[in-house]
């Protein structure tokens, strides 16, 4: 049979009174709709009210001929409302665009009904930062800092454009705020329609069914990035039950290292912590992964560990890091080995002394720890001279930084002698010890430096040349970094002597450079420069050793964090608290101590535009990450108040 070229006969017989005229014109139309949809949207309040008719006996029908209608007419909103609305005769099984434009429009309107819900708004307001500057209209800060909240950096600033959290169309999903009638935004529902009982239900029916035939096909994944988007962790939660049963149904592929429970854990994980941008989500999503890990009895250790890092819980990384002791297995105290490891590198210094102080305590480490004492106050009296050999021995510096923390013993802990050497090793991994003897380690023995090329660049200009001077001074430091090859600057004392003001500075830091990590030996090597009581020399010396000790012992708190403050806080020149304040940031990154953080403040408000800038800085490195609200606001207003551009 031809196709039919004209619906004007056909469309006629939605007027008739009979309904069996009515049904055949539907039934026609609803074949040929892609063809004749022109002539049919003319009568598409004929077919509207066929369907709003309750005793109508084809009502489900009318309401897929007003979907198509629609859906052609590119009034996508309503197509899926009526799509909704014919019920069964909408088939999700038939591939074709209509059917994949309407499943996608449901999509995305249940993941906007979905996130209004109260009970599904997982993240909660962001601290608001009490200043006293002036706001404009929009009540934000008249200047940049009004652009996006500090404290929450991803959570109400504009998202990226991978996130799948950042599209800005609210034209294109329904919104729940029309069901009360008021459309406010272009391309919303009118109210009489989207406030139907029986569309929300109908919808949720339509999610439920696209979801059992992804877990039918294998294809948890989808489900998975719907359920991120719609914030909702009970469909999450269902999705990785259900890849677990189906698993435990079907049995484990051959050569599956992983079951689909836990393959698909690790694949929210990685959404979670590399698309997910807000904040509020991302904790609700680690710690619903968090609590599925720990009810395996066999889990991803480092899952678990990445989880524990994310959402700051030390005690449950103690508690995680005894647990692994405690088995007693070569494997176990590997793995616990390496989850130390991967903790210093993710985790502040805050973070990990907490970690370090729930671990139970030996015998060994509550005794009086005199003799490390011994050791650093006999090195910080040696007289020595700028002359002398810098560096020295590193077995003798771990020895001395391992013992710089004293902490409570549990005098009722009783551990066995192999758990007793694992949870020292495992205090030696959290206090950076071993990566940084590896690194040394690392750098020594693969130094290539050409000292030739360093020898002709300090011989083609006169010395005497700050600006090249300080150039020379840096390319040698970056060059040798972490090295502790000094042999540039001992060879080459009568050039360095040639520095003055800031180029001294840089020159005396530059060694902190170099010896990054030479823990035992980080006092003795700057003993020439650092201040000393009625002893005169360049503040500039002494403020650039100041900062090279805490290049020595950057993000490792150690004695040293309490010898540069003590010499901050004595210090009057402002050279020597600019160096100062600069070792103490980076000795004390992401400590989040208020006491250093005091002191930094104190100088701050001199409004000295030297130290000022450096005591900024500091200020910022102590306070890294810890999202201090009273640090934000200090260093908010006093940015507005001082009229120092460097500060």
Not at 69 to 94: P, R, T
Not at 487 to 500: C, Q, S, T, Y
Request: aromatic share 8%; hydrophobic share 40%.
């Amino acid at each position: 049979m031809p196709g039919l070229t004209s619906a004007a006969g056909i469309v006629g017989f939605l007027k008739e009174p009979e309904p069996d005229l009515q049904v055949f014109a539907l039934r026609i139309l609803n074949d040929e709709i892609d063809s004749l949809w022109t002539e049919v949207a003319g009568s598409i309040q004929d077919i509207e009210g066929l369907y709003e008719d309750v005793n109508f006996p084809e009502r489900e029908l009318a309401a897929l001929v007003a979907a198509k209608v629609y859906y052609n007419l590119q009034e996508y909103n309503e197509s899926m409302i009526f799509a909704l609305g014919a019920g069964k005769l909408f088939n999700l099984d038939i591939e074709g665009e209509f059917e994949d434009t309407i499943i996608s429009k449901c999509v995305d309107t249940y993941i906007a009904l979905s996130g209004s819900t109260p009970a599904n708004a997982v993240s909660q307001p962001p601290p608001q930062l009490t200043t006293s500057f002036p706001s404009v209209a929009n009540g934000a800060s008249s200047t940049s800092a009004s652009l996006a909240s500090p404290t929450t950096p991803f959570s109400q600033s504009v998202l990226p454009s991978k996130s799948l959290l950042s599209r800005q169309d609210s034209s294109t999903a329904f919104d729940p705020g029309t069901a009360a009638g008021k459309s406010t935004l272009p391309g919303a529902l009118p109210g009489s329609i989207a406030s139907q009982s029986g569309i929300q239900k109908q919808l949720y029916a339509i999610i439920d069914e696209l979801f059992e035939r992804c877990f039918r096909s294998g294809g948890y994944r989808q489900v998975v990035g719907i359920a991120v988007e719609a914030r909702r962790l009970d469909v999450l939660r269902r999705a990785i039950l259900r890849a677990s049963e189906d698993e435990k149904k079907q049995g484990k592929a051959n050569g599956e290292k992983l079951g689909r429970g836990q393959e698909l854990m690790e694949y929210v994980l990685e959404v979670c912590m590399d698309v997910v941008q807000e904040r509020g989500l991302r904790n609700e999503l680690l710690r619903l992964i968090l609590d599925l890990l720990n009810d395996i009895p066999s889990p991803d250790y480092f899952s678990v560990a990445k989880c524990i890092v994310y959402l700051d819980k030390h005690a449950m990384a103690s508690e995680l890091l005894a647990q692994l002791v405690d088995i007693g297995d070569s494997r176990s105290l590997a793995i616990a080995y390496q989850i130390a490891f991967d903790l210093y590198d993710n985790s502040t210094q805050g973070f990990l002394k907490r970690v370090r102080e729930g671990l139970p305590q030996s015998l060994e480490e509550s005794k009086p720890q005199d003799s490390g004492s011994g050791d650093r106050t006999e090195e910080a009296n040696v007289e020595a001279r700028e002359t002398d050999q810098l560096l020295g021995e590193q077995q003798n510096g771990t020895n001395a930084s391992a013992s710089s923390t004293n902490e409570p013993y549990d005098e009722q802990s009783t551990l066995s002698p192999e758990a007793d050497k694992a949870f020292n090793a495992i205090r030696d991994i959290l206090r950076g010890i071993k990566t940084i003897e590896l690194d040394l380690e690392f750098l020594f023995r693969n130094n290539r430096t050409d000292m030739a090329i360093l020898n002709k660049v300090r011989d083609s200009l006169e010395a005497r040349n700050s600006i090249f001077h300080t150039a020379v001074t840096l390319a040698t430091a970056f060059m040798h970094a972490g090295t502790t090859n000094d042999r540039f600057f001992r060879d080459n004392l009568e050039w360095l002597g040639k520095a003055v003001n800031w180029s001294k500075f840089t020159a005396t830091a530059a060694l902190g450079v170099v010896h990054r990590g030479h823990l035992g030996q980080g006092q003795k090597l700057l003993s020439p420069y650092l201040p000393k009581d009625n002893v005169t020399t360049s503040v500039y010396s002494q403020g650039g050793s100041l900062y090279a000790l805490g290049l020595m012992y950057a993000n490792h708190e150690t004695f040293a964090l309490d010898l540069i403050r003590e010499h901050f806080k004595k210090a009057t020149e402002e050279v020597v608290q600019h160096g100062a304040a600069l070792g103490l940031g980076v000795a004390g990154m992401a400590t989040g101590d208020d006491g250093i953080y005091d002191d930094l403040k104190n100088v701050l408000y001199t409004d000295s535009a030297l130290n000022g800038e450096a005591v900024g800085i500091a200020m910022g490195l102590i306070m890294l990450g810890t999202g201090n609200i009273r640090a934000l606001e200090d260093m908010i207003q006093y940015a507005h108040d001082t009229q120092h551009e460097k500060i």
